[in-house]
């Protein structure tokens, strides 16, 4: 006697993520099995090195690289043929390492994704087959030209073991652990905490970082109202709340630093600062992003609203095409090439005879043609560099002879005034009134000259030419005298005290 079919979504997601392992077990099998010089290598442990090390480095405009893999696999590969009593061969290494990067790529399917069948049910209970399909490495164009090499997100949750957990909560778990930790000392367990902490903020990077990947593909592939509205709030909470921890969680290990004083907890206690730190740099470009996501949102509605639904197609062109298509041989491409131009490219008619524009062609004026040397026009060069200045010298003569003549103590607007009214020129005027100025500095405490100019009056000045604060020019040693006179000052006063 049969009963109902009793299945959830759960279930598919467990599953989902057990298949994600299948290539990785296949390969290893595979590897395993094969007698050559690479048998005695486990692939399985190299892959996990080879994802740290591309989760490790990647960020902050750094590319890695075949030789960035190569350096850190291969002191693993070394050690494992002492083990074995087998003598070192870079060249070995080399190829091993080529082979492992090949088979994350898959490129024994020509670089393709991984495709996986399984068996679902729906929820009347009904069977169903579907395909999986996902990629673990790619190989895109780095910061500095060179081909990088990117961890899919599958992979990095593979990494990363949290498949069936949720990403924030495991974070501000991992969050917690570290700042219990660190008060109650354990250093070097905190810096672990630390280094999964890290990890998961890279993973909840990823994971918001598909839905603008998708939307600039095809706006119709993610449920913006509901989904990824959900996803942005959350998300946001999530930021701040983070952000105000790994705070506290930094603060806390800089209070522990100051204070320990034994060698060997120093170094695991910087490790956790810098890596904390790092992920609060994460969440600080996360939350840049989010504040850029509806914008982003509105401009590719307002690109994708006139596109025809059959144009629009969800084809990832960098990595399903253009990524395919760098992974073939030479002749494959040009092949490959050769076999679609046709259809990407369209028909187009030759190009007809057009007796009219022959005409009109040969009738035009034959161009002069220059043979040899041609002599170069004469140019009217101008001096650069040359300080520029308003008023002559005959100006700034009559501007000295004014203030040899003129009678202190006075003010800026009675000596504007009567210069005014003796028809002095107005450059002249000019001349004089900046040079008051230049000597006018109330915060200046020093001995300038024999003239002093102080503020005495607010909005006093208005003359035709200028207004504003009116100037009182004196002269200097009524305000005080010079710096010798100060100094045999000082000495009396300091001889009569003795």
């Known amino acids: ?29 595979h590897w395993l099995s094969r007698e050559d010089d690479g048998q005695r290598y486990d692939p399985l442990c190299l892959w996990i090195k080879l994802f740290e090390v591309v989760i490790d480095q990647s960020g902050f405009g750094n590319d890695v690289v075949r030789d960035s893999v190569a350096r850190e696999l291969i002191p693993l590969l070394r050690a494992v043929d002492t083990a074995n009593q087998v003598a070192p061969d870079e060249s070995r290494y080399r190829r091993v390492v080529d082979r492992l990067i090949g088979n994350l790529l898959n490129e024994s399917n020509r670089g393709e994704s991984f495709t996986i069948d399984y068996t679902d049910f729906d929820e009347n209970g009904h069977s169903d087959r579907k395909s999986l399909k996902f990629k673990l490495l790619k190989e895109v164009h780095g910061y500095t030209g060179e081909i990088a090499l990117e961890l899919s997100s599958e992979a990095i949750n593979l990494f990363l073991n949290a498949l069936d957990l949720d990403i924030e909560s495991e974070q501000i778990a991992n969050e917690a652990v570290v700042q219990f930790q660190l008060e109650r000392g354990n250093f070097d367990k905190a810096r672990s905490s630390a280094e999964v902490a890290r990890a998961r903020s890279l993973q909840y990077e990823q994971k918001l970082s598909r839905f603008i990947e998708q939307v600039k593909r095809d706006i119709r592939r993610v449920d913006w109202r509901e989904e990824v509205h959900l996803a ?48 609060r740099s994460r969440h600080l470009r996360l939350n840049r992003r989010l504040m850029t996501a509806r914008d982003e949102f509105i401009e590719q509605q307002s690109r994708q609203c006139f596109v025809e639904t059959s144009v629009s197609l969800p084809v990832n062109l960098r990595d399903d095409v253009l990524g395919a298509l760098l992974a073939l041989s030479t002749p494959a491409a040009v ?32 161009r002069e043609a220059v043979i040899g040397e041609t002599d170069l026009e004469d140019v009217d060069l101008v001096d650069a560099g040359v300080e520029l200045s308003r008023f002559d010298d005959e100006t700034l003569l009559q501007c000295e002879k004014v203030f040899e003549e ?6 800026l607007s ?18 004089v009134t900046l040079q008051i100025l230049e000597r006018f500095d109330p915060d200046d405490e020093g001995y300038l000259d024999q003239i002093r100019v102080d ?11 200028c207004w504003g604060d009116d100037l ?18 000082l000495e009396v006063s300091h001889a009569g005290e003795r």
């Not at 009675?414 to 001349?431: F, H, M, N, T, Y």
């Not at 009182?472 to 000052?489: D, G, M």
């Open 1 to 29: 006697m049969s009963g109902p079919v009793s299945w959830n979504r759960m279930l598919t997601d467990r599953q989902r993520v057990l298949l994600h392992t299948q290539p990785l077990m296949l390969m290893r099998y």
């Open 455 to 465: 503020l005495v009056e607010r909005s006093g000045l208005n003359s035709a030419r």
């Open 232 to 279: 942005l709030v959350e998300a946001n909470e999530h930021v701040d709340q983070r952000l105000r921890i790994e705070e506290d969680i930094i603060r806390t290990a800089r209070t522990r630093l100051d204070t320990i004083a034994e060698d060997d907890t120093v170094v695991p206690l910087t490790d956790v600062i810098r890596l904390v730190q790092d992920c």
């Open 472 to 489: 009182q020019i004196e002269l200097a040693e009524h305000f005080w005298p010079p710096v010798e006179e100060s100094n045999q000052s």
């Open 406 to 411: 003129l009678s202190l103590p006075a003010r």
């Open 414 to 431: 009675a000596v504007l005034k009567q210069l005014a009214e003796d028809g002095c020129p107005e450059p002249v005027q000019d001349a």
């Open 335 to 366: 092949q490959f090439a050769d076999d679609s131009v046709h259809t990407l490219v369209g028909p187009t008619a030759p190009g007809l005879l057009n007796l009219s524009q022959l005409v009109h062609w040969q009738l035009q004026p034959k």
